[in-house]
């Protein structure tokens, strides 16, 4: 089976808008993952604001550099399962989806200047960037440490090592900050924290030996150890558990709209076709909330 996505005729022909990359028109419009076709749900189309549904398009942006939720092809186009059901939920608003590739800590800001609708980026919802945004809920996930394959890493006891992190994420933001002051408190050395653009880079450096372990968002680091084949493994539980959300402009009524069409998507069984097509399934929800974050 397949999934395709049905857009309206004149929104069809418009170009996905990729940062620094090229793509072909109407990219995006259908995926391979799936079967039925997705088509508007009028409930949901309701709820948009007026702005956004005579554009006919939904401004999307990713860092795509967070493999196996968002990535780039062999193109430069943003793939994984975070890109598709965020084109799925374009496809529930009878929107065309034109994405943006963005640095992750810029995609924030970019949506509070109105220069995109929807950040799509594995964005964990946090008390904190609720201030700014609000997030439509749509996964759980935890963090995971993984280290070289016979080491032995607790995340629990890091004082003094290097750990690699994507800049920008809520490890690197908030825990690793976090349990390098609890080390200096207890007088222990501080741990080194190395951040880099892109999780491929984080991992790399644990692979190469500049980093003793990495943290990352649970189906991140899963994904990761299950590609390099024995090069990696887990370290320790996961921990944290919180959940993912599309980050949308405080207080529109987007967030409303977004929600109707996860939640479709939900109903209907596509979210967790795409889920499972992709090994995420264990993250699933049943209910599409907002601002469910707490910590």
Not at 200 to 215: H, I, K, R, Y
Not at 238 to 244: G, I, K, N, T, V
């Amino acid at each position: 089976m397949r999934i395709r996505y049905a857009v309206p005729v004149l929104a069809a022909a418009a170009a996905l808008v990729l940062t620094g990359c090229t793509n072909d028109d109407g990219a995006g419009t259908e995926e391979t993952t799936g079967g039925a076709e997705i088509t508007a749900d009028d409930a949901a189309v309701a709820l948009l604001p007026d702005a956004i549904s005579e554009s006919g398009t939904l401004r999307l942006a990713t860092d795509a550099d967070y493999p196996p939720n968002e990535f780039k092809d062999q193109n430069g186009d943003p793939v994984g399962w975070g890109v598709e059901l965020a084109e799925a939920v374009a496809a529930k608003l009878g929107l065309e989806p034109e994405w943006s590739i963005l640095s992750f800590d810029s995609i924030l800001p970019q949506i509070e200047e109105d220069g995109v609708d929807v950040g799509a980026s594995s964005f964990t919802d946090t008390v904190e960037r609720q201030k700014t945004v609000d997030f439509v809920n749509y996964y759980n996930a935890g963090t995971l440490w993984a280290a070289p394959t016979g080491e032995t890493v607790d995340p629990e006891n890091a004082c003094g090592l290097k750990v690699a992190v994507q800049s920008g994420t809520v490890q690197h933001t908030h825990e690793l900050p976090q349990r390098s002051e609890k080390c200096v408190e207890d007088g222990e050395s501080a741990i080194e924290i190395l951040p880099f653009d892109g999780q491929p880079e984080a991992t790399n450096a644990v692979v190469l030996g500049q980093a003793d372990a990495f943290s990352a968002d649970s189906p991140v680091t899963i994904d990761a150890v299950n590609k390099l084949d024995g090069e990696i493994e887990i370290q320790g539980e996961l921990f944290d558990a919180a959940p993912y959300g599309f980050a949308i402009k405080k207080d529109s009524e987007l967030s409303e709209a977004v929600q109707a069409a996860v939640q479709s998507l939900m109903d209907d069984g596509t979210y967790l076709e795409i889920l499972e097509n992709a090994g995420a399934e264990t993250g699933a929800i049943d209910e599409a909330t907002i601002n469910a974050g707490t910590e």
